[in-house]
C-alpha cells in the first residue's frame, strides 16, 4: 500500500488527517515540528507522541523524505546534487557557497514547456510537476541544510508553472509551524507566466527575479519562446503595479551573448523599459550546452554594460560565474545520469 507523504502538508493538512483517526488536534504541531524544524526521517523518530499513536501514524503515513543519490562538487565550493525521485526521474540542487551566504538553488520541475534556447532543462521536455514534498525535500536533505541562508528558485522547471505545490512550499517554509525562514531569504524566478505571476505578487512576499535576456521583443522572443504567450512588456506593466521600493525586491536575469544581445543598443533599451521599477539586474556569463549555438560575451562587454545601466540609475552587477567543472548548467547532470541508466 502506497503511504500518504506528510512532508510538503500544511498545519491544517496534517491536523485534518489525524483527528480522522481519532488522535488530539495538538498532535499535528507536535508532527510538524518534528518534519520541519527537527528534520527526522521516520515517524519512529517522534518521541513525544505515543507508542500507539506512532504505530497507528505508520500505518498510513510517511515522512517522505529522501537523500540526494549523488553529488559532485566543483573547486569553488559549489555543490550540485542529484535527488531520485518516487517516479525514478531525477532532479538537481545547487549549493552556492559564498563569504556572506550559503544559498540553495531549487528545481520545481522535471524539466521544463518553455524551451528557451540556451537552457538545457528546457532541452529534455517536460517530465512532471514536483510536489511540495519534492522541493522541500531538496532544501532539507543535503548535508548543508542547516547553514543555507538564502533560497532560489532558479533550478530545473519554471516556478509559476507549478503554482499551487510552490506556493505551499512558500508558505511551509516561512510559517512559524514550519520552517520559519523570512520570505526576504527567498528569491523565485520565473520568465514571465502572467497569470502565476499575478497570484505570486498577492499571495507571497518572497522576492521575485524575472528573466528577461533581451529588451526587444522581436529578439526575445527567438530565444524564449514564452514572449510570444506573455510578452515582456506586459510583465513589466504588471510589475509597475507593485511597490519594490521597499523590503521586498524584483531583480531581472540577464545572461549575456556574445553579440546577441550585449550591445550598447540593448543597453540602452534596458534603461528605457526599466524605467520607474525600483530593480536590480544580474548580468550572468552564459554556461555553453551541447548544441547549441551561443556563446558568452566577453568580460571588457559585460564590464561596459553593467557601469552603463548603473551610471543610469539601475543598479547592475556580475554574477560570479560558479561550478562551470560539475556540469553548471541546469539539467545536464540529471540528463546524464538518465541516460546512464537507460545504458545499464
Known amino acids: 500500500m502506497n503511504k500518504t507523504v506528510l512532508l510538503g502538508k500544511t498545519n491544517d493538512e496534517i491536523k485534518e488527517l489525524i483527528v480522522s483517526l481519532g488522535m488530539p488536534a495538538f498532535t499535528a504541531k507536535q508532527i510538524t515540528e518534528w518534519i520541519y524544524k527537527k528534520r527526522v526521517f521516520s515517524i519512529d523518530e517522534m518521541t513525544n507522541i505515543s507508542v500507539k499513536n506512532r504505530t497507528l501514524l505508520n500505518e498510513s503515513f510517511e515522512v517522505g523524505r529522501t537523500l540526494p543519490v549523488h553529488f559532485q562538487e566543483s573547486t569553488d565550493g559549489t555543490k550540485k546534487y542529484l535527488f531520485k525521485t518516487p517516479g525514478a526521474q531525477f532532479i538537481e540542487s545547487v549549493y552556492i557557497p559564498e563569504e556572506d551566504r550559503k544559498t540553495l538553488c531549487v528545481s520545481s520541475q522535471i524539466g521544463c514547456k518553455m524551451n528557451c534556447k540556451f537552457c538545457m532543462t528546457g532541452k529534455m521536455g517536460f517530465v512532471s510537476q514536483l510536489t511540495s514534498a519534492e522541493i522541500l525535500n531538496q532544501i532539507m536533505s543535503i548535508d548543508e541544510a542547516d547553514q543555507l541562508s538564502n533560497i532560489v528558485f532558479m533550478g530545473m522547471g519554471e516556478p509559476f508553472d507549478n503554482l499551487l505545490p510552490m506556493l505551499k512550499t512558500l508558505e511551509i517554509m516561512t510559517a512559524d509551524y514550519g520552517c520559519a525562514w523570512s520570505p526576504r531569504r ?159
Open 186 to 344: 527567498i528569491t523565485v524566478s520565473s520568465i514571465g507566466l502572467i497569470p502565476g505571476l499575478k497570484i505570486f505578487l498577492e499571495k507571497s512576499e518572497c522576492h521575485l527575479a524575472i528573466s528577461l535576456h533581451s529588451p526587444f521583443p522581436d529578439e526575445r522572443i527567438g530565444i524564449m519562446p514564452i514572449e510570444k504567450a506573455y510578452s515582456i512588456t506586459d510583465v513589466l506593466k504588471e510589475l509597475r503595479k507593485h511597490d519594490f521600493s521597499k523590503q521586498r525586491r524584483v531583480s531581472f536575469e540577464y545572461i549575456m551573448f556574445d553579440g546577441l544581445n550585449d550591445s550598447m543598443r540593448h543597453a540602452v533599451e534596458m534603461v528605457k523599459i526599466l524605467k520607474g521599477i525600483a530593480c536590480r539586474i544580474n548580468l550572468i556569463r552564459y554556461h555553453a550546452i551541447p548544441g547549441v549555438d551561443l556563446k558568452t560575451s566577453k568580460t571588457e562587454k559585460m564590464v561596459f554594460f553593467r557601469d552603463y545601466l548603473t551610471a543610469n540609475g539601475v543598479t547592475t552587477t556580475i554574477r560570479k560565474s560558479r561550478g562551470e567543472d560539475i556540469f553548471a548548467a541546469c539539467g545536464m547532470l540529471s540528463t546524464s545520469e538518465k541516460n546512464k541508466e537507460k545504458a545499464e
